[in-house]
């Protein structure tokens, strides 16, 4: 599924002459980094804080070419493939509840600047098998946000 995903949008490219794919293979050895990244989040169950590694699924970017020059921009790939619980008691176990929090921690902190090199945006795209499951990620995302701004 993840390489339907990246090759989707490396094809999609290849018809523009304003858009060019750049693949995980050469973002990862020009930061000489591998993709597991281990960032510190919070159990809002019990409030265990710790580290947990986040493994995208993939990272790409696209590099745009403008009349001011290039921009860029990059993608960490979650292809959802319906085997993960929205939440987990095993706080080992992968969930949409921790991988939003080890996104939280890694996009929106600015650990990817540094783990990948990067200076451009760096967006989640998710990609869900159906809307059901959409819609519950949304309302986990929802009442995680609710919960963060309780604890400010």
């Known amino acids: 599924m993840t390489s339907c995903i990246t090759a989707s949008v490396e094809l999609a490219t290849l018809d523009r002459k304003d858009i060019t794919f750049i693949p995980q293979s050469q973002i990862l050895a020009r930061a000489e980094v591998e993709l597991r990244f281990p960032v510190t989040i919070a159990d809002p169950a019990t409030g265990w804080i710790g580290p947990k590694d986040l493994i995208p699924d993939a990272v790409f970017g696209l590099r745009y070419r403008t009349a001011n020059g290039d921009r860029f921009r990059f993608f960490a790939v979650e292809a ?6 929205t939440t987990s008691s095993n706080w080992n176990r992968k969930s949409f509840e921790r991988n939003l929090l080890q996104y939280d921690a890694y996009v929106a902190g600015g650990a990817y600047r540094e783990h990948l090199g990067l200076t451009a945006p760096l ?10 499951r959409m819609e519950r990620m949304v309302a986990r995302h929802g009442n995680l946000q609710t919960m963060q701004k309780r604890r400010k």
């Open 80 to 85: 959802d493939r319906a085997t993960e619980p």
């Open 123 to 132: 967006l989640v795209l998710h990609v869900l098998s159906d809307a059901k």
